[in-house]
């Protein structure tokens, strides 16, 4: 049974270019949560989706960013002309359903801008 | 409010022993709460969660106590192993603000002596 898939495990961009993480969920999860963490600190929540839809994107910032999550396809965070302070590993976590029930938390994608 | 740490704080405890981690919640509404584990290079595993209407819950060698009252949340590993060594973060979910972004502390590292 196999976890939240994300890729590419490893990402360098330049200054200006586009980064696409991609997110998987588990099997039977519908929902979607992706999370950025700088170095010696905890997650910090970016957005939480449902299949075709964001639910909450409080904390994404206005620039740059988006998420998607399709009917068909992995959830993808894209972040647009890249600056070096987008450096970070970003977490995808998946649940069957909202509320209390444990986010599910893949590898993450380590974002290095050169 | 969510403090940004530098250093995360490091609990050393020898193998064998029991270690006590402790977290203080910032959000009075939280009513839902996870440990996780997190090692180098991974995301953030799955411990043990508690609701807001229990104040004790035990799981395998964990324990996790909850205390509303001062807003507090402490995990116990008994008979700590070295593979226990990780950063281990608390979550709080206010669930009564409608969405199921999870809060997370700094962090503690826990390093476990031979």
């Known amino acids: 049974n196999a976890g939240v898939m994300q890729n590419p495990r490893h990402l360098v961009r330049r200054r200006g270019q586009e980064a696409r993480l991609r997110c998987s969920p588990m099997?039977?999860?519908?929902?979607v949560y992706w999370y950025r963490q700088l170095p010696e600190e905890g997650l910090k929540f970016m957005v939480y989706?449902?299949?075709?839809?964001?639910?909450?994107e409080s904390g994404m910032p206005k620039e740059r960013f988006s998420a998607e999550f399709p009917k068909e396809g992995p959830s993808i965070l894209r972040i647009q002309q890249v600056v070096r302070g987008d450096s970070a590993a970003y977490f995808c976590?998946?649940?069957?359903?909202?509320?209390?029930?444990?986010?599910?938390f893949g590898d993450g994608t380590r974002l290095s801008i050169l | 409010g969510e403090s940004v740490g530098l250093h995360l704080p490091t609990l050393s405890v020898q193998e064998g022993d029991n270690s006590i981690i402790n977290c203080a919640y910032s959000n009075s509404a939280s009513d839902y709460f996870i440990w996780y584990k997190q090692e180098s290079g991974k995301g953030p595993q799955f411990i043990i969660d508690?609701?807001?209407?229990?104040d004790k819950r035990q799981g395998q060698r964990v324990t996790v106590l909850l205390n509303k009252t001062v807003k507090h949340l402490s995990l116990q590993i008994a008979a700590t192993q070295p593979g226990d060594s990780a950063v281990y973060f608390c979550a709080e979910n206010p669930t009564t603000s409608g969405t199921y972004k999870y809060i997370f502390g700094t962090g503690t590292r826990l390093k476990v002596l031979a």
């Open positions: 099997k039977g999860h519908s929902h």
């Open positions: 989706l449902q299949k075709e839809n964001i639910i909450d």
């Open positions: 976590a998946s649940s069957p359903g909202g509320g209390e029930q444990p986010q599910h």
């Open positions: 508690i609701r807001s209407n229990m």
